[in-house]
Antibody, heavy 126, light 112 residues
Framework: EVHLLESGGNLVQPGGSLRLSCAAS????????MAWVRQAPSQGLELVSV???????????EYADFVKGRFTISRDNSKDTLYLQMNSLSAEDTAMYYC????????????????WGRGTLVTVAS | QSVLTQPPSVSGAPGQRVTISCTGS?????????VHWYQQVPGTVPKLLIY???NRPSGVPDRFSGSKSGTSASLAITGLQAEDEADYYC????????????FGTGTMVTVL
């Protein structure tokens, strides 16, 4: 069965850091683009970051403006795991963070996200 | 701040047809990028409903259909059912100054 399982969410103080993980199973992870999507309480969806697939060692990644310079997405294909390193956190980063699998056979701008994890909750508060 | 605008809410009686609009611009939908739709039942994880403007993933009922024209896209639900009560989001790509994938503002569908 295909599955994504996030972990690492926690309560953290403003200015702090957190590392999220997403373990993939049931599909070939290496060549699949992956993403982090967040949803603040009672708010809509926001795409945070996308990382392309491939054999590495480097992977092309994109970020939403509101996390550029603070968050870093990465992947370890040997562990079928996606990561999100989050630094300089603020209250505005409080949200459920979902890991999602990219879907698409053409240009990456046309990708959708066809498999989602259950999410991990990040709360930034003092 | 999303550049894909959806109505905050739509409603309909069981069996009726409802449509949800997703209005963009020349830097996203109008630029030819695909539009996708997601359904999020309250308390659950988003689910891909329509991909590539008008394609349904396996298992999605044919009551759901998508279309795109110019700088807008639409999701139609025919034969509305109680289980369709959820939030719906469109998604595309924007190639303006900060090029990235974007979600719409979201629409809550209420079954009367």
């Amino acid at each position: 069965e295909v599955h994504l399982l996030e972990s690492g969410g926690n309560l953290v103080q403003p200015g702090g850091s957190l590392r999220l993980s997403c373990a993939a199973s049931g599909f070939s992870f290496t060549n699949i683009a992956m993403a982090w999507v967040r949803q603040a309480p009672s708010q809509g969806l926001e795409l945070v970051s996308v990382i392309h697939g491939g054999r590495g060692p480097s992977f092309y990644a994109e970020y939403a403006d509101f996390v550029k310079g603070r968050f870093t997405i990465s992947r370890d294909n040997s562990k079928d795991t996606l990561y999100l390193q989050m630094n300089s956190l603020s209250a505005e980063d409080t949200a459920m963070y979902y890991c999602a699998r990219g879907r698409g056979s053409g240009r990456y701008q046309d990708w959708s996200f066809d498999l989602w994890g259950r999410g991990t909750l990040v709360t930034v508060a003092s | 701040q999303s550049v894909l605008t959806q109505p905050p809410s739509v409603s309909g009686a069981p069996g009726q047809r409802v449509t949800i609009s997703c209005t963009g611009s020349s830097s996203n939908i109008g630029a030819g990028y695909d539009v996708h739709w997601y359904q999020q039942v309250p308390g659950t994880v988003p689910k891909l409903l329509i991909y590539g403007n008008d394609n349904r993933p396996s298992g999605v009922p044919d009551r759901f259909s998508g279309s795109k024209s110019g700088t807008s896209a639409s999701l139609a639900i025919t034969g509305l059912q109680a289980e369709d009560e959820a939030d719906y989001y469109c998604q595309s790509y924007d190639s303006s100054l900060s090029s990235f994938h974007i979600f719409g503002t979201g629409t809550m569908v209420t079954v009367l």
